[in-house]
Structure formats: structure tokens, C-alpha cells
């Protein structure tokens, strides 16, 4: 399977370098798999944190160029510089899933690792030998091909992908993918349809298990809530019987990382009026944030804990 880094297209950029020679993507990596931290994590979805909270594996490099993008350390680096990471292999991959899952972890929460498909993998299935048996999430931007989730099914148990937005000039301002609303929306498409094909103990549990499989996360952007329209009506018409729905009010202005993002939080009259939007669309299945201001909550990942005590272990 690592022959797929030889000429890669794992995603929709197609960037068609020979990552196994070092070449590095769009994603800055080469074929080497190297994580940013592994943090027994709570803030996640309640149940994806369960009492014993998320095992999170959090993957350097992205597919994405998100200009507001809280984990920029380790997604993009610093202005001019490489985003942070250490190299690890397959072996040194199932030692921390197995570290996760000893700290209590519920599931190992893989985070943002769309360009590094073929190495998870291996990681994974290391992982399954060392005896780790806790669910595997996949939490990713949604900017992936059918084809290379596809390679995910029998690895993958829970699916945690973003709908970022619909509208092609806000992927190309904010996102620096004008494609992703017509990827990403193929690719949830996909992962619920995963989800669906798996055999289930009882015709009666099948859509109610398979639903809760897939949580679409939705991050409301300040000053453009017809982008969230537009993604509510589409998860309304597409998902809402078979996935749940995870909206989110966290955007956080971050300084000097693009003067073209948002420089505010969400107010309370734009929360007002999605939440009466969830009501006309009927999307009752899922979660929703409080209005969230501060950056308290922002990750650093040059700490030896990104987050605050409150939020995350660190495991690795």
C-alpha cells in the first residue's frame, strides 16, 4: 500500500509526487508518518469522550490551508518555517495506541490524517495486533476521495468529518480549495454509505447504530451564515436520517495567521438565527455548542500539553 505515496493522489489534489523519494505534497509530507501529540482528550462530542475521554492522535502536515486553522503548529507551521512533528513507524504508532487505551481512552481519534492514508494503516494494524480493540475515529477535514476512504473501511469505525462550507469563493478565500465543497460533500456521501453496508446484529438498531457512526461537524464563520444555510439544508436533504449533525460556535480570530478570516466571534443574533434554522430544517439528531468566545481553549503545541489540564492528558 505505501506504493500509493510513489506518484501520490490520495486526495483531490492530485499532486502526483513521488513522496516515498522525499518529495513532499501540497501537505508538506513525504511518505513518513509524523504526529504532532497523542492526548487523552474531552472536548470532544459526549459520546466520543464517554468517561474515560478520546485517545487523539493528532497528524503533522494537512491537506487543507485553512487560514483560521487552530492547529496551524502542526497542519502548516509557523510563517516560513515546517510544521512541528516527530517521525514515527507503524510500531511506534500501535506503543501509543496502546499507552491511549490503558489511560482509558474510549477510541483512538485520528486527527486530520487524509494525506497519510497508506501509513495510518499500517499503524492501525499494528495497533489491532498489540490488541487494541477501542473503536477508530476519523477525524478529518472531508477533503478525501471515495477511493482513498475506501481503503479505510475495514480499519476505520467511526467517521468525525467537517462540512466545512458549499459555496466554492469561501473554499478558495478561507480553505485554498475552491473544489472542496463538491469533494467534501462526495466524501461524507461515502463514509455514511460505509457505515451503512456494515452488517448489524438487528434490522430494528441498523439505521440508529449506523447514524451515530458518522457525526458531521459544521464550524459557523462569522459574517456568513448563508454558508451554514446552505450546508444545513444540504445535511437536512442528504445526511439527517443517517448521520448526526455537530454544530459548531468556536471560531477564534488568531492573530497574524491571515488578514482575510474573520476578526470577530460569533454574536449572539447569528447564534439565535441558526439555531431557529435547525428548528425549519428538523434537524433534531446531534449536538451544539454554547456560544463560545475566548481562546483559552486554543491549542499549543509547543507545550508539553497543547491544551489546558481541564481538556487533555498528554500521552505522547
Sequence with gaps: MMNLYSSCRLCPRNC??????GEAGFCGESAGLRLGAAVIHRGEEPPLVGTGGSGTIFVSGCNLGCVFCQNYQISQGEKGGFSL???????????????LRDKGAENINIVTGSHAVPALIEGIT???SAGVQIPV???SSAYETAETL???????DIYLPDLKTLDGEIAAKFFNAPDYPAAAATAILKMIDMVNDKPRYSPHSA??????KVIVRHLILPGYLESTRSVLRWFADNAKDRAQLSLMTQYTPIPGRGKSAPERYINEDEYETVMKWLEEFEIENGFCQELVTGSDWLPDFKRPNPFSSELSVTVW
Design 16 to 21: 502526483g509526487v513521488d513522496r516515498l523519494a
Design 85 to 99: 512533528g516527530r517521525a514515527v513507524s507503524a510500531g511506534d504508532f500501535a506503543a501509543i495506541c496502546v499507552k
Design 126 to 128: 499494528a495497533a489491532r
Design 137 to 139: 475515529l476519523w477525524n
Design 150 to 156: 475506501e481503503l479505510l473501511r475495514d480499519y476505520v
Design 207 to 212: 439505521r440508529e447504530n449506523a447514524r451515530e
